[in-house]
């Protein structure tokens, strides 16, 4: 029969297992609202909806599987939003009247956009004003170093994705962390 303290160092490491590779193949998004004001957070593909109502300084944690996942974050502005039902609507960015998205925001939106590649190949992210600029933004990735922070400041935002097709995007290591930050 096993002693107690097997049994603790066996289920500690068992532990230590599970929580290893649950994070494994997984991606982490800080999305912080820096602006003055209130923005309401937009995030696809997430399961039963994306979106969050951000005050000043405020941040929402998101984490999507790797392993070929694409999406995109924006920022909605002029929200209102009913709180027992989720149901309202925004003045930019609204995603057909609900706090938490299931489907793409109406233009104008500035777009954090991602892939999560698959088998530890490179991701890649970048942000696209082909539907609008609505709000500054940094996009960066953790494991890309200094040269990972992409920023967009204006409608000009030369670093954006400006036409379909443009080709704007990093490179982002796989099973990297990412950040978006609204008026950085």
């Known amino acids: 029969m096993a002693t107690p303290a097997a049994t603790s160092l066996a289920l500690a490491v068992i532990l230590l297992l599970v929580a290893f590779t649950a ?8 999305i912080t609202n820096r602006c003055p004001f209130p923005v309401c957070a937009a995030a696809m593909p997430v ?61 104008p939106a500035t777009l954090a956009e ?38 967009c400041r204006d409608p000009g935002c030369p670093d954006g994705n400006h036409r379909p097709g443009d080709g704007k995007y990093r490179a982002c290591p796989a099973y990297s962390d990412y950040k978006v930050v609204f008026c950085p």
């Open 23 to 30: 994070g494994a193949g997984a991606a982490t998004f800080s």
């Open 114 to 151: 991602f892939n999560l590649a698959n088998g530890g190949a490179p991701g890649r992210y970048g942000i696209s004003v082909v539907d609008g600029f609505t709000l500054p933004m940094d996009f960066s990735c953790s494991g890309a170093g200094d040269g990972g922070v992409i920023r």
């Open 47 to 107: 399961s039963g909806g994306g979106g969050a109502q951000l005050a000043p300084g405020e941040t929402w944690t998101l984490t999507f599987a790797a392993g070929g996942t694409s999406g995109r974050i924006w920022p909605r502005m002029g929200c209102a939003f009913h709180p027992a039902t989720g149901r309202g609507g925004c003045q930019t960015g609204d995603c057909g009247g609900a706090l938490r998205c299931v489907l793409s925001g109406k233009p």
